[in-house]
């Protein structure tokens, strides 16, 4: 079967799908406790958040943010159902999050928060690791704070 992959913007009404595969990545990428503060985000907090469809069905999101001078762009809850890793949904959802960062002119650097369990996937994907805080997020999540630069 091919896989079409389409991005959006976020509809309230993707709510509940998006937490349902918020879920599907705890234990292994994210701790229990962060479920409740996605939907924080998503109710209070979010700026932007984008949507990723294949063959119309919802499989992750991400989202995105600025700093108050909007030099500085922000990703947040990334993540994807997954049965789709390894199809490089992942690649194209952070590339469209990129690319729509920079493309407002006043944007200098990317930063995100993420984890050890993720890391990699962001180094391989042009972010430096600037620092490590070790049980950040939970006991066993560690926050590596990395950083991509206009190139």
Not at 99 to 104: A, C, E, G, Q, V
Not at 109 to 129: A, D, P
């Amino acid at each position: 079967m091919d896989k079409y992959l389409e991005i959006r913007e976020y509809d309230v009404q993707d709510r509940s799908k998006l937490i349902d595969i918020l879920r599907m990545n705890v234990p292994k990428y994210f701790a229990p406790n962060e479920v409740a503060d996605f939907k924080e985000y998503l109710d209070q907090e979010m700026e932007r958040y984008f949507v990723a469809l294949v063959n119309g069905q919802i499989i992750g999101g991400g989202g995105i943010g600025f700093s108050d001078d909007e030099r500085i762009g922000f990703l947040s809850w990334s993540f994807l159902n997954p049965k789709y890793h390894g199809f490089g949904f992942g690649k194209a959802l952070l590339h469209h999050r990129i690319d729509f960062l920079y493309s407002h002119g006043s944007v200098e650097t990317i930063e995100v928060g993420t984890s050890q369990f993720t890391f990699g996937f962001y180094k391989k994907n042009g972010f430096i690791l600037r620092e490590i805080h070790k049980d950040y997020w939970a006991e066993g999540f560690d926050l590596y704070d990395m950083v991509h630069t206009r190139q």
